[in-house]
């Protein structure tokens, strides 16, 4: 069941892809599927989120994290989507049986790098409510990221004859950041980038607005984090600096009638 679909990246060579972060319904336990060509995928492939997706994957030789997969291409069969009914109780069940660490120690286990017991996905409670920092990127890496896009669209239009219609890939010059403290001892708080693809999504939508910032903290603080939602994030770190995480995206259910754990 698909849990996380992170917003899409260009690499050097001018591939666009993007991480996808799954619970697995036999076992339970955490999948990574990477990479996917999300948008170059037929419609009748693209899945969503909290979909059930059986695909064929092999372990990758260069990424050591247990939870890592490559999708073979052409070969996902969509399933059912899982929806809200009952205070999103099928999800909910699901995510729970996933269990939950707290950031301080997800970090210090990849301190030595990863390995085939060391966690590099995971559920993370937060100590009330987060805040949203924005700010601009680094004006040398956005004008690569640029660099990129424009390759890729001039290697296209040369030599695509497909047909397909695809928006170009577009760079957001903003990065949005949680700040927040886990439930760790002594957590002294961690900011960790947000690479949901919702996040940039809802940027897309509000952005030539004058309070566009009000309204992304509308949604990822205000209404996320409500003291009626029971809220938990998604993490993942990066395959080369394996203590360094990342925000995948945000579960947050209805509050089941006892805050602070996703079983009620």
């Not at 997969?69 to 995510?95: C, F, K, N």
């Not at 590099?120 to 004008?143: F, H, K, T, Y």
């Not at 760790?184 to 996040?199: R, S």
Request: aromatic share 10%; with cysteine.
């Amino acid at each position: 069941m698909i849990l996380v679909k992170a917003a899409p990246v260009l690499t050097r060579q001018l591939a666009e892809t993007m991480c996808v972060a799954a619970i697995d319904l036999d076992e339970p336990r955490w999948i990574r599927l990477h990479p996917v060509p999300f948008r170059d995928l037929d419609d009748d492939k693209k899945f969503r989120k909290y979909q059930e997706v059986e695909v064929k994957a092999f372990r990758p030789a260069s990424d050591r994290r247990p939870e890592s997969w490559t999708p073979i291409e052409g070969s996902a069969r969509l399933g059912e989507a899982i929806g809200t009914d009952h205070r999103w109780s099928d999800r909910r069940l699901r995510v729970a049986e996933l269990g939950e660490r707290t950031m301080c120690d997800l970090i210090a286990l990849n301190r030595l790098g990863s390995g085939p017991d060391t966690p590099s996905l995971a559920v993370v409670r937060v100590a009330g409510q987060p805040g949203l920092l924005i700010s601009q990127r680094d004006e040398a890496q956005v004008s690569e990221w640029r660099r990129r896009a424009e390759a890729m669209t001039a290697r296209k239009s040369l030599f695509d004859d497909s047909g397909a219609v695809k928006a170009p890939f577009e760079v957001i010059p903003w990065r949005f950041r949680y700040r927040y403290r886990c439930l760790a001892d002594g957590c002294k708080g961690h900011k960790q980038t947000i690479v949901d693809w919702e996040a940039s999504a809802l940027f897309r939508n509000v952005r030539r607005r004058p309070n566009w910032q009000d309204l992304m903290r509308q949604k990822f603080v205000d209404e996320m984090w409500a003291p009626t939602r029971d809220t938990v994030l998604f993490v993942g770190n990066m395959e080369q600096r394996p203590w360094n995480f990342l925000i995948l995206g945000v579960f947050w259910p209805p509050s089941g009638g006892t805050q602070g754990s996703l079983f009620q």
